[in-house]
């Protein structure tokens, strides 16, 4: 207890830097994964991105992104154990904030698909398992959570090959595909809209102190849908065919008209993003935040504040800024199977998986569910040539990264436990 | 030094696209020949050595096309076709580039005079064959759009009327190398003998232009979902 009392800024300030450090990364590296489906078919530019990951993330962040921070920071370790020494918990999420930033580092430099939230969840459990014993990991949770990383990008996939089936039966495999497309376009915009906002709002935000029943939240998420339908039906109202490009390639006016769909998608997906990654970065903040202001209450039930959603949200934001977009631009020039049609089923099914997990407190990888969608997309027969081998990349990478993860922040935990006492 | 992301890494080469650049080269190759035979009637060697060279160029280029495709189509790439159909398909187009390089070959090995009787009817059948090969240009060229539907539904329908379209060609190519070959026959006894059975060879080639254009159409046709 006088260790919190007597230290409680510099812990606080502490978790901050590495939260920010943690964000940073999330924008720094992640942030080019979760863009790239719609930078790749050259629908937006990176400027564009870039301006829509900054608003949409920080707001997916601030306004959905309490569930998964709420798992992160309770969900994984039972405390019982150690309410008399409440610094521990302290030290240990420092601990793997800083171990997870570290290993994300180390595996960006070597170009592996390592997930952010496979990191901050192995170094939360590794410290638990260190720092305070096996059973105070929550085993069933955690049993939960890698089960989510598994079905995750499977849903992804999924919902992107069925996407892409309804797009070719109700657009390009139709008498007209630019009319078809220009009929039916408005309906997925509102789809877009409709399903983010639902998953999003579905009985309520608590944090924001909005209360909504669930018909309510039926009735709002579809008056969300249709005003994003409407603005949709504007732009891409304003398409013009192409009979030059329509010589080259048939479908080319079809997926002009996905160009400003894609925008949508876009924001859906930045959302998305905020609201499940950023609790990477700010569970652990929150969890030292709650522990310093209750004077080491370590089962305190506080809310969490929006400011500190709102500086992750603002970390992400900065390494979007300093380095992501460098990451960025490099996926316009290497992704070109993705045309409109197939980035718009990809991105949308990979935006409405992960706000569904976040809806559910489930921390799930942004990265591996688009890579789950863009495959579900190649399962229709819709891209030239997808390289498996990522697959077994990010299988490799679960196996490798609990451990490593874990391993390191029971490192940094006795160190700083050391420092302190 | 900026990594490629996990998504960038997910994308591989796709083959369609160096499919439609191997094609398009191989019937440039084709499209020399009446040329060729053009410039053999008017007795003009040395239009036909230059056109040979061109010829050789254009199959040099073509190797290298396949061979690069060859050699970026790993078992770890997921294909939305069976990838040996592909590679048989890439086969089919590459001999086309093959039979044009042996004809200029022969042409230019052995000083050859087109018979009055057969100038026209086989400068008609060069020109049917090399319309067989562009046929099967425009139907490789549909292969982003097999793509996009899936390579299913009214798209693949057109290209099923296109290889349809091809095969009437290459039938109309095979009464015409019929009717040159029964022509040259007709004259044998006025010819030299090593000569007849060269024009004989030189005529199945020319036509051979033609059915292996239609065999990339009926191999495309397999890669159509049924």
């Known amino acids: ?421 | 030094m900026v990594k490629p992301s996990t998504l960038t890494s997910l994308f591989g080469r796709s083959p369609f696209k160096p499919m439609q650049e191997h094609i398009g080269v191989a019937a440039r190759c084709a499209a020399q020949v009446p040329e060729l035979f053009e410039a053999l009637s008017a007795g003009d060697q040395e239009r036909v050595v230059s056109i040979k060279d061109r010829i050789y160029e254009l199959e040099q280029e073509a190797d290298d096309i396949k061979n690069e495709l060859r050699a970026h189509l790993p078992k770890s790439l997921f294909l939305p076709v069976d990838r040996r159909d592909l590679l048989e398909v890439l086969d089919m187009q590459d001999s086309i580039a093959d039979t044009a390089q042996d004809i200029a070959g022969l042409l230019f090995e052995r000083p050859m005079e087109v018979p009055e009787k057969l100038k026209d009817p086989l400068l008609a059948l060069t020109h049917r064959c090399v319309d067989a090969c562009d046929q099967a240009v425009k139907i490789i060229g549909e292969l982003d759009e097999l793509v996009e539907t899936g390579f299913r539904g009214r798209e693949s329908d057109r290209v099923s009327e296109m290889v349809a379209e091809l095969n009437k060609i290459e039938t109309d190519t095979d009464e015409m190398g019929t009717e040159l070959t029964r022509r040259l026959f007709a004259q044998e006894d006025e010819m030299k003998p090593v000569s007849v059975m060269f024009w004989y060879e030189l005529i199945q080639w020319i036509g051979d232009l033609a059915d292996y254009a239609e065999k990339v159409g009926n191999r495309l046709r397999l890669l159509l979902a049924r």
């Open chain 1, 1 to 421: 207890m006088e260790i919190i009392a007597e230290h409680g800024t510099v812990f606080l300030g502490i978790a901050i830097i590495f939260g920010l450090y943690m964000t940073w990364g999330i924008g720094a590296n992640d942030v080019a994964n979760v863009m790239g489906t719609s930078v790749g078919s050259g629908a937006i530019t990176v400027m564009t991105a870039i301006i829509i990951a900054a608003i949409f993330e920080f707001a997916g962040a601030a306004l959905a992104g309490g569930h998964v921070t709420k798992t992160i920071r309770k969900g994984i370790i039972d405390p019982s154990p150690i309410v008399n020494n409440p610094e521990i918990l302290v030290f240990g999420m420092l601990a793997a904030l800083l171990a997870a930033a570290v290993w994300l580092m180390i595996a960006s430099t070597r170009g592996w698909p390592v997930s952010t939230t496979h990191s901050i969840v192995g170094a939360v459990v590794g410290f638990a398992i260190a720092g305070i014993g096996v059973d105070a990991v929550q085993w069933g949770k955690i049993g939960q959570i890698v089960a989510s990383w598994v079905l995750s990008p499977v849903l992804g996939g999924t919902v992107a090959f069925i996407l892409m089936i309804s797009i070719r039966r109700l657009i390009l495999n139709t008498d007209n595909p630019f009319l078809s497309a220009k009929r039916w376009g408005p309906a997925y915009v509102f789809l877009v809209g409709f399903v983010i906002s639902l998953v999003t709002l579905f009985k309520g935000l608590k944090h924001l102190e909005l209360e909504l029943s669930v018909p309510m939240s039926f009735l709002v998420a579809a008056i969300i849908g249709l005003v994003i339908a409407a603005i949709g039906w504007a732009m891409i109202n304003r398409v013009r065919i192409d009979e030059a490009a329509n010589k080259d390639y048939h479908f080319a006016s079809v997926e002009k008209v996905f160009v400003p769909m894609m925008i949508f998608t876009a924001c859906a997906m930045a959302f998305a993003h905020g609201s499940n990654d950023v609790a990477n970065g700010v569970g652990p903040l929150a969890a030292v935040y709650g522990l310093v202001e209750s004077g080491g209450e370590v089962a305190q039930t506080s809310a969490l504040p929006l400011w500190i959603l709102m500086l992750g949200g603002f970390g992400i934001v900065v390494g979007l800024a300093t380095f992501g977009y460098r990451v960025m631009r490099t996926i316009g020039t290497r992704i070109t199977e993705l045309t409109p049609t197939r980035g718009f089923s990809a991105t949308m099914a990979a935006a409405a998986t992960v706000v569904l997990a976040s809806r559910t407190g489930m921390p799930v990888s942004t990265t591996h569910i688009a890579v789950g969608a863009v495959m579900g997309v190649g399962l229709a027969r819709g891209i030239g040539a997808l390289d498996l081998r990522v697959i077994g990349g990010i299988v490799v990478s679960w196996i490798a990264t609990l451990p490593i993860g874990g391993i390191l922040a029971a490192l940094f935990f006795f160190t700083l436990k050391g420092i302190f006492t």
